[in-house]
């Protein structure tokens, strides 16, 4: 029997001081266009989980966070339906330096702040059982994702 594959993303929970976190609406991008989602990417080859968030809030957010401002981790084993499976690394951090800004517009149209405990309905759907994962006190879940799930939008 052959062993399975998994590849590693990590996530960004990034609170402001009234308690909200930051979402990206995503564009330009194959998987979940138009949806919001928390800043997140890849761990690079060679790279370890906490070299790749610090990388990740840089490049994408123009930030720089240091490992103090960690304040919560949790892991999600992300089975996907047409994708390999993932291994997703969540930070929670508390501070940061710098201005927050879309710093990869090609992939990024929006930044919006959100209440952690009212999410969106058009935020990707395993990034907020993931949350609410957390908030129960679970720190390691698996979560089946539909990654092929398209936005619809409502009409009023």
């Not at 029997?1 to 590849?7: A, D, S």
């Not at 979402?23 to 266009?33: A, E």
């Not at 401002?69 to 999600?76: L, R």
């Not at 058009?122 to 993931?130: G, T």
């Amino acid at each position: 029997m052959e062993r399975e594959k998994f590849l590693s993303s990590v996530y960004l929970i990034i609170r402001n001081e009234r308690g909200e976190i930051l979402l990206q609406r995503r564009q330009g991008t194959k998987l979940w266009p138009g949806f919001l989602a928390l800043p997140a990417g890849h761990i690079d080859e060679g790279e370890n989980a906490y070299e790749a968030v610090i990388r990740e809030a840089r490049e994408e957010l123009g930030i720089e966070i240091s490992l103090d401002s960690i304040i919560d981790t949790f892991v999600v084993n992300r089975r996907n339906r047409s994708l390999a499976p993932y291994y997703d690394v969540y930070f929670e951090i508390d501070s940061y330096m710098g201005q927050v800004k879309i710093n990869e517009p090609e992939k990024c149209s929006q930044l919006v702040w959100c209440d952690i405990n009212n999410l969106p309905e058009d935020m990707i759907d395993f990034e907020i059982e993931a949350i609410k994962n957390n908030q129960m006190g679970i720190k390691f879940s698996t979560i089946d994702a539909d990654n092929e799930k398209k936005l619809v939008l409502k009409k009023s």
